[in-house]
T-cell receptor, first 112, second 113 residues
């Protein structure tokens, strides 16, 4: 069973526009949730994480995400896109047993 | 640099050859993970160590794949009799506490020709 689902494999926004990348999780218990960013030929870098301390999580580079249990969602947002935000973004869940499971990713394009 | 280190960064090998990749995790991290990533996909979990114990290996793709972490520090991933379908990026990550994030290395890109 898929643990996280990322809606939209490609998202394009204009520079300065709102960024919204969607992630829904499937879990019977509140999970640990993460967003990672990957630049070409690089490893993954953590943007932010949810570990039940607060539902609105702020991360690096102006990104934030809100955990909504009722919607089983953990969408990533940024108020104003920058050219340097163009990358691949992955939502991940850490389940009991400690494995991390990743979504299929969303490629973000920023149009000047 | 105190991050996760992977070597080599790139490996080109002929089909049928064996390859071995190395991962050096962040020194105080007791958990180590191996993932495979193909183009346009998210990282696919392969195996996981806690210290030197391999706690999950059912996701290793076939019996040609094996991993070790002999002293609970660095780890190696070996692929025997490589096939073209093994071409991918192999990522290593480490973490500490159960609620902590995983820190990833830069990956080893394998090309089987």
């Amino acid at each position: 069973a898929q643990s996280v689902t990322q809606l939209g494999s490609h998202v394009s926004v204009s520079e300065g526009a709102l960024v919204l990348l969607r992630c829904n999780y499937s879990s019977s218990v509140p999970p640990y949730l993460f967003w990672y960013v990957q630049y070409p030929n690089q490893g993954l870098q953590l943007l932010l994480k949810y570990t039940s301390a607060a539902t609105l999580v702020k991360g690096i580079n102006g990104f934030e995400a809100e955990f909504k249990k009722s919607e089983t969602s953990f969408h990533l947002t940024k108020p104003s896109a920058h050219m340097s935000d163009a990358a691949e973004y992955f939502c991940a869940v850490r389940k009991t047993g400690n494995q991390f499971y990743f979504g299929t990713g969303t490629s973000l394009t920023v149009i000047p | 640099d105190t991050g996760v280190s992977q070597n080599p960064r790139h490996k080109i090998t002929k089909r049928g050859q064996n390859v071995t990749f190395r991962c050096d995790p962040i020194s105080e991290h007791n958990r180590l993970y191996w993932y495979r990533q193909t183009l346009g996909q998210g990282p696919e979990f392969l195996t996981y160590f806690q210290n030197e114990a391999q706690l999950e290996k059912s996701r290793l793709l076939s019996d040609r794949f094996s991993a070790e972490r002999p002293k609970g520090s660095f780890s190696t991933l070996e692929i025997q009799r490589t096939e073209q379908g093994d071409s991918a990026m192999y990522l290593c990550a480490s973490s500490s506490l159960p609620d902590a994030e995983a820190f990833f290395g830069q990956g080893t890109r394998l090309t089987v020709v």
